[in-house]
């Protein structure tokens, strides 16, 4: 059995129910790593160790009676902090929401996780209304890669990657709009999962861009994932862009194997602009999925475009009372961003959203002749703190937009996806991409290769 910090979600949870443990004993734990480690991690934002103390006892006593605690009974989960969070202001990275009411109440997957026996015990840093890929925060400092302390994180859900990869807790709740859970799990070297877009409701979060944000899981097992996935699901009249579709479990699933499914790498604009680190990373995939097939993902980068569009324009629209009145308090570089997505003539906007029903047909298509894609999740692995730039196909261009190069094309129409981690002396994560609500195919994929050894969390150095 692991040590306590390194045991999956499945395995503590076991371990609870065998009698080997208890749920305040893991939390105290957790409590006291998160106490030791944060200073330097830098992911957590707040610790909620009384309720979580509280929540745990509660676990306890209801075992010791008999009575049901859920298949997550004591598993600590912590969640970037743009999740409510009962009593706790809002913070979505910024300054300016620290001056909003505390939540009344916790955002719904918060909810369903505890129902499933998990405990809360904080939440994560983020990039400043989550429009980052760097996991640098303007306010509240980096959170820091374990794997080596100097470099970054990947954002915007850079604490909830942090956290995971640095043993304080098995599993966090990240976002994603363009990339943000799976930039992170790839500088970070974790399995992440961004479910199609509506899968999960988004109730008591603060939102980016409604029309790509997703919410979903990070963890260092894909059977994490999954099951996390499971006790998350269900429809939410609150979110109207929740899909009212039946639950899909998979976890039951996973070890289904991958004899019939078709899997393809994706070509073209997915293989150009990549580090060597990139490049081994898909082939490693590749080879141990015995890939022998191709597809081009057409007009990839034009999606890309679209998005940055999309993303720009409303996000400024979101965000013109707070630029108007407290422009000041704003991460100067998401300011100008913003500012510059306000001034963008909607006649673009109207095109771009034009090109995404073109595109989300274009891509459905090749879904016809296989059943889930290969591509790189970042270009590099985990670039220093504080690097603006990196070289890409003998151009020179700003890490903070392109560390989403290949996520972003893919997130435009609301694909699932599960990055996995390769090992390397820094870790690096490939994406796979299966159709719209067939999450089930990319996690089986995701656990093939994880039972092989081609994709498994890798662990930081110890220290």
Not at 152 to 181: E, F, H, Q, R
Not at 390 to 418: C, D, K, Y
Request: charged residues 20%; neutral net charge.
């Amino acid at each position: 059995m692991p040590e306590p910090n390194w045991q999956t979600a499945t395995e503590i949870a076991a371990s609870i129910d065998a009698g080997s443990t208890t749920a305040r004993a893991v939390v105290e734990a957790a409590l006291g790593l998160i106490a030791a480690r944060n200073g330097v991690l830098n992911a957590f934002t707040y610790v909620t160790a009384e309720r979580a103390r509280a929540r745990a006892a509660a676990i306890d006593t209801e075992r010791a009676a008999g009575r049901p605690v859920g298949p997550m009974a004591g598993v600590p989960f912590a969640v970037k902090n743009l999740f409510d969070v009962a009593g706790l202001a809002t913070r979505a990275g910024s300054a300016i929401n620290r001056e909003r009411p505390p939540a009344s109440h916790d955002q719904v997957l918060i909810t369903r996780l505890e129902r499933a026996g998990a405990v809360l015990v904080g939440t994560l840093n983020m990039g400043e209304y989550a429009y980052d890929f760097t996991g640098e925060n303007y306010h509240d400092g980096p959170s820091r890669n374990p794997h080596d302390t100097t470099r970054m994180t990947g954002g915007s859900s850079g604490g909830s990657g942090s956290a995971v990869a640095g043993g304080l807790v098995p599993l966090s709740l990240g976002s994603d709009t363009n990339g943000s859970i799976r930039v992170p799990a790839s500088l970070c070297g974790l399995f992440g999962l961004k479910p199609t877009f509506g899968r999960l409701p988004r109730t008591g979060s603060f939102p980016f861009v409604s029309s790509l944000d997703h919410l979903g899981p990070l963890a260092r097992s894909v059977g994490d994932l999954a099951i996390a996935y499971d006790m998350m699901q269900g429809h939410d009249a609150e979110d109207p862009f929740c899909a009212q579709r039946l639950e899909h479990p998979v976890s039951a699933e996973l070890d289904s194997g991958i004899a019939d499914l078709r899997i393809a790498r994706a070509a073209g604009y997915f293989q150009d602009n990549l580090f060597p680190e990139a490049v081994a990373a898909v082939r490693t995939v590749c080879d141990a999925l015995q890939v022998a097939t191709e597809v081009e993902i057409p007009a990839a980068g034009r999606a890309r475009a679209a998005a940055y569009l999309i993303t720009a324009a409303e996000g400024a629209a979101l965000h013109l009372p707070r630029l108007r009145a407290r422009a000041a308090d704003f991460d100067p570089d998401v300011r100008d961003r913003l500012i510059a997505g306000a001034m963008i003539p909607a006649a673009m906007v109207i095109q771009a959203q034009k090109f995404r029903r073109w595109y989300q047909q274009a891509v459905l298509r090749l879904f016809e002749t296989v059943d889930a894609i290969i591509a790189p999740a970042t270009p590099c692995s985990a670039p220093s703190l504080g690097q603006k730039s990196f070289v890409l196909g003998g151009v020179e261009l700003p890490v903070r937009a392109n560390l989403g190069l290949f996520t972003q094309p893919i997130s435009f129409i609301g694909l699932p996806v599960v990055a996995v981690p390769v090992a390397g002396p820094m870790p690096i994560g490939v994406q796979i991409i299966a159709p719209p609500w067939r999450e089930d195919i990319a996690l089986r994929i995701a656990r093939h290769l994880e039972v092989a050894g081609a994709a498994v969390a890798q662990l930081p150095p110890p220290g």
